[in-house]
T-cell receptor, first 114, second 112 residues
Framework: DGGITQSPKYLFRKEGQNVTLSCEQN?????MYWYRQDPGQGLRLIYY???????QKGDIAEGYSVSREKKESFPLTVTSAQKNPTAFYLC?????????????FGEGSWLTVV | GESVGLHLPTLSVQEGDNSIINCAYS??????FIWYKQESGKGPQFIID?????DKRQGQRVTVLLNKTVKHLSLQIAATQPGDSAVYFC???????????FGKGTRLSVIA
């Protein structure tokens, strides 16, 4: 089955812990993105990567870190420095759509601080 | 800064009626636009896209209209069904490979 796989679907984090969200794609897309979505809100860009071994901060990068060692993988670490990490996290890739390079999303991961 | 916004945060329509969801964008350099549908607890799904050299594009039951003069984008859904209930986002791309800019979304509720 092709596409974007995010795991885990649900994750609980204790105060002071780092957690890593996985994002794997088999679409052969170069660009990958991480977005955060709070309830009833839009999407905010955390980090993005245009190519392997390169990534840039988005609008809300503080308290997060990423790596892009392989084209297929773009894991997101939510560090203890992120004070309000409870949210829905979406991974996306960018590839050719009908009219241009569009963005495709995974099914998301819910992170809750307990 | 540049932004993408929506005129209506919520929209309720009767089943079988047509729905129109609007979006305003402010970056006149944007050349590619996308509509997404997001159901509760799921990732956004691509619905339809349009380049700036077009003013209309049709899909299955959906039509996107682009008015570059007033920087306005709309999504029309024909014969709205209960399964269309979701949050709809518009998004824009500007040249230079910059990340997609999303609007906040409109919640569409279909009344049976």
């Amino acid at each position: 089955d092709g596409g974007i796989t995010q795991s885990p679907k649900y994750l609980f984090r204790k105060e002071g812990q780092n957690v890593t969200l996985s994002c794997e794609q088999n679409l052969n897309h170069d660009a990958m993105y991480w977005y955060r979505q709070d309830p009833g809100q839009g999407l905010r860009l955390i980090y993005y990567s245009q190519i392997v071994n390169d990534f840039q901060k988005g609008d809300i990068a503080e308290g997060y870190s990423v790596s892009r060692e392989k084209k297929e993988s773009f894991p997101l670490t939510v560090t203890s420095a992120q004070k309000n990490p409870t949210a829905f996290y979406l991974c996306a890739t960018r590839g050719q759509g009908n009219s241009g390079n569009t963005i495709y999303f995974g099914e998301g991961s819910w992170l809750t601080v307990v | 800064g540049e932004s993408v916004g929506l005129h209506l945060p919520t929209l309720s329509v009767q089943e079988g009626d047509n729905s129109i969801i609007n979006c305003a964008y402010s970056n006149s350099a944007s050349d590619y636009f996308i509509w997404y549908k997001q159901e509760s607890g799921k990732g956004p799904q691509f619905i339809i896209d349009i380049r700036s050299n077009m003013d209309k594009r049709q899909g299955q039951r959906v039509t996107v209209l682009l008015n570059k003069t007033v920087k306005h984008l709309s999504l029309q859904i024909a014969a709205t069904q209960p399964g269309d209930s979701a949050v709809y986002f518009c998004a824009e791309f500007s040249p230079g490979n910059t990340p997609l800019v999303f609007g906040k979304g409109t919640r569409l509720s279909v009344i049976a």
